[in-house]
């Protein structure tokens, strides 16, 4: 950190972060359907991705502007997990089972079932962005003005990674003969559970003992699951929620009364895929209030 005034500082920052896989990634269980002709496998063998993160943030402070800090970030991350698919051949990538694995009293998918599992990329993913963040409070207006605060928090990010997959090429070779050829390929896209913007803002107002806000959520839309072609991606859809909250402490013993409500928009979490132009889930959550009295020791 360097003071460059009594207003003005600007820091520079370096950290290394672990994200360990899910439970049921790691999980060495699989569900064959015959019928569909798949295969859903957790991977036992994933390892733990590792971020190297760099961060550059300049940062304004008076009484009237309040806090303003602008901020650049550069990550690099290695062995990250993505939930692939493939076709099951004789032979698969490093770490995961192929098709003479599965059996089950001897009997096991036919060649060419679809394979749903997890992996780690040999390659590296990069993440980059500005993040902007302000918080003031206008303690210089009148009555009944003074009590307002505001916070508003912006990202945008750009990310891109790329994905190991492969290729099934199919070639008539004579009449009623084929020929089936796999290839190892790769594609580039964005990091998953990626969102390329997100915002956080709040207004508050305080008044001695009482206090109120109402805050606003945005996620823009990120990669859910990686296909062999771009149309294939799952996505989350973009993500918009409101919430409030009211608390008032009461003259009795430093009691506290408080609601909390979320989702006051009832607002949908949805995903969805390009090659079917449309929705591939959907989870209604609904508008959730919490009432009650708090005591603090």
Partial sequence: ???????FDV?????????RPDYHQLSPSYTISYGQGTVRSGNPDLRTAHAYNHDLIFTFHT?????????????EIKDFTYSTQYSLYTTAPAGVATVSNFSIGGTAPVKGATLFTYMNTPFIAFVRGVELDFQTRFWYLPAPLNGVLLGINYTRISSNATYPWRNARTTIIGPRQTITEVFDSTRAGRLVNQPNDIVNASLDYDYKDFSARLSVVFQGNSVSNIGNFPEQDGFTRDYFRMDASVRQILPWFGIEIFLDIFNLNNRNNAAAQQSIQGFTSQQNYGLTGNLGLRYRL
């Fill in 1 to 7: 950190k360097y003071d460059v005034a009594d207003w």
């Fill in 11 to 19: 820091r520079v920052g370096y950290t290394q972060t672990l994200a």
């Fill in 63 to 75: 009484n009237e502007l309040g806090l303003l800090s602008v901020a650049g970030f550069y990550k």
